[in-house]
T-cell receptor, first 120, second 112 residues
Framework: DTEVTQTPKHLVMGMTNKKSLKCEQHMGHRAMYWYKQKAKKPPELMFVYSYEKLSINESVPSRFSPECPNSSLLNLHLHALQPEDSALYLC???????????????????FGPGTRLTVL | EDKVVQSPLSLVVHEGDTVTLNCSYEVTNFRSLLWYKQEKKAPTFLFMLTSSGIEKKSGRLSSILDKKELFSILNITATQTGDSAVYLCAVGIIQGAQKLVFGQGTRLTINP
């Protein structure tokens, strides 16, 4: 299995709703990522989990709350979002995070198909 | 500040032409340079480069990295309409964990 899956494919929510995005991979990867992508822009990193621990939070507002229940799963909990949060949310995984020893030279990230989120 | 710059931002060519896409970077803690192709949905991985001067090839696509001059090129020969996409260059760096810094992308359009 060389795939990253994401659910749902599309999500429409109001500003008072609470929803969650899910991401799953079965490639044995130990690093997982959330990105936000607006139209005609490159992906923008939000969070990095390495060995199931939050390693990077790119100053993301607290209305986005990531969770990594185990090494195969990554969730993004959404609460009180704004219309400007509407975007394509991409999950990615890579073979390894950074180890104390310095880790491998580089690992390609594989992206899921994304969740198209619309906030009304 | 870590920076990745792609050029051109947009390119329109005819089927059968050869194109060269450019990516330059200024980052700390360089680990790798990656190329992705993005059509309607998620980016799909093309190449990862970590060493200078070693060309990577996959069919009509090839790429090379110059770590001294801090740039990479992606070549596509005998282009086809299916090559139309946004091509993203990303540099892998270490900043607590491994992360990618993306360029703005090159929008390539192949006309029949």
């Amino acid at each position: 299995d060389t795939e990253v899956t994401q659910t749902p494919k599309h999500l429409v929510m109001g500003m008072t709703n609470k929803k969650s995005l899910k991401c799953e991979q079965h490639m044995g990867h130990r690093a997982m990522y959330w990105y936000k992508q607006k139209a005609k822009k490159p992906p923008e990193l939000m969070f990095v989990y390495s060995y199931e621990k939050l390693s990077i939070n790119e100053s993301v507002p607290s209305r986005f709350s990531p969770e990594c229940p185990n090494s195969s799963l990554l969730n993004l909990h959404l609460h009180a979002l704004q219309p400007e949060d509407s975007a394509l949310y991409l999950c990615a995984s890579s073979q390894d995070g950074i180890r104390a020893s310095g880790g491998p030279r580089g690992n390609e990230q594989f992206f899921g198909p994304g969740t198209r989120l619309t906030v009304l | 500040e870590d920076k990745v710059v792609q050029s051109p931002l947009s390119l329109v060519v005819h089927e059968g032409d050869t194109v060269t896409l450019n990516c330059s970077y200024e980052v700390t803690n360089f680990r790798s340079l990656l190329w992705y192709k993005q059509e309607k949905k998620a980016p799909t991985f093309l190449f990862m480069l970590t060493s200078s001067g070693i060309e990577k090839k996959s069919g009509r696509l090839s790429s090379i990295l110059d770590k001294k001059e801090l740039f990479s090129i992606l070549n596509i020969t005998a282009t086809q309409t299916g090559d139309s996409a946004v091509y993203l260059c990303a540099v892998g760096i270490i900043q607590g964990a491994q992360k990618l810094v993306f360029g703005q992308g090159t929008r390539l359009t192949i006309n029949p």
